[in-house]
């Protein structure tokens, strides 16, 4: 089975902090994503990657940046935390043929 | 522009009703993919089909069906003698062929509360 595992389940930041989260599968998939969900909204991708070092703006990459320093591991980046980024976010990762995507469990950050 | 609408926020049923979820989607190819997802409350969001847009066939696992209609761009899901364990949010998607990198673009979502 495909297990794509998040750092933390929940996490609290104060506004103006530097915030990491981190995504971790272990299929050798190729593509990972960063989705932000909200209520009414869905999923929104921030960023995508499809290599290792490559990076692709999402629909809403504002006040976010990734990193892919290796294949398994995918990290969301939020430089400066404001409390518009109080959301759900969730990674995903696919094979380049596939189209399907598997998710991780979720990181719900709350920004004070 | 790619578009998934669900129309439906919420819907209560009690249990061993039959229910559908609404999907309506648009797109300028001609060929993409369409998914269904379950997301529980655990949150994670888990895989219930896709179906590519030259595959009209209907579909049956268990208690799911889709009826997949390009005539009206709807790809509806249905739960026949629903269940507790059904209560989630359901999102559909929409992927692109051409587009790079299997990104999708997501419905709003649906909550389905089931009843005992």
């Known amino acids: 089975d495909v297990k794509v595992t998040q750092s933390s389940r929940y996490l609290v930041k104060r506004t103006g902090e530097k915030v990491f989260l981190e995504c971790v599968q272990d299929?050798?998939?190729?593509?990972m994503f960063w989705y932000r969900q909200d209520p009414g909204l869905g999923l929104r991708l921030i960023y995508f990657?499809?290599?290792?070092?490559?990076?692709e703006k999402g629909d809403i990459p504002e006040g976010y940046s990734v990193s892919r320093e290796k294949k398994e591991r995918f990290s969301l980046i939020l430089e400066s935390a404001s409390t518009n980024q109080t959301s759900m976010y969730l990674c995903?990762?696919?094979?380049?043929?596939?189209?399907?995507?598997?998710f991780g469990p979720g990181t719900r950050l709350t920004v004070t | 522009a790619q578009k998934v609408t669900q129309a439906q926020t919420e819907i209560s049923v009690v249990e061993k009703e039959d229910v559908t979820l609404d999907c309506v989607y648009e797109t300028r190819d001609t060929t993409y993919y369409l998914f269904w997802y379950k997301q529980p409350p655990s949150g994670e969001l888990v895989f219930l089909i896709r179906?590519?847009?030259?595959?009209?066939q209907n579909e049956i696992s268990g208690r799911y069906s889709w009826n997949f209609q390009k005539s009206t761009s709807s790809f509806n899901f249905t739960i026949t003698a629903s269940q507790v364990v059904d209560s989630a949010v359901y999102f559909c998607?929409?992927?692109?062929?051409?587009?790079?990198?299997?990104?999708?673009?997501f419905g709003a979502g649906t909550i389905l509360r089931v009843k005992s």
């Open positions: 998607a929409l992927s692109e062929a051409q587009e790079y990198g299997n990104k999708l673009v």
């Open positions: 179906r590519n847009s030259f595959d009209e």
């Open positions: 990657s499809y290599d290792v070092k490559m990076k």
């Open positions: 995903a990762s696919s094979l380049p043929s596939s189209k399907e995507q598997y």
């Open positions: 299929m050798d998939h190729e593509n």
